[in-house]
């Protein structure tokens, strides 16, 4: 992971109150799973306030549409796409 990821993707599924320790790039972090998660989904690695960018790997996936909790699951619910909206360079 990055330093600046908010978001990891679980690697198998992961119950409910889990700890999950993740390494970045400069320190590990421990996130304690608020929700479960199923395989290939990603979840909050930190607070993420809304209309955040949401960055995996270094990059922006998208953009929370609500405050999203460390330990919660980011997917279509909370996250909204920025690629192909045509309004984030003022159209």
Partial sequence: M?????????????????????RTEGADLTVILREAIAFGHKFAVRPIASSEDIIKYGEVIG????????????????????????DQFGA
């Fill in 2 to 22: 990055k330093d600046k990821d908010n978001v990891a993707t679980a690697l198998d599924d992961i119950p409910a109150g889990a700890a999950v320790v993740l």
């Fill in 63 to 86: 953009m929370a549409n609500q405050p999203i909790e460390a330990g919660r699951h980011v997917h279509v619910h909370n996250l909204d796409g920025k690629r192909g909206r045509g």
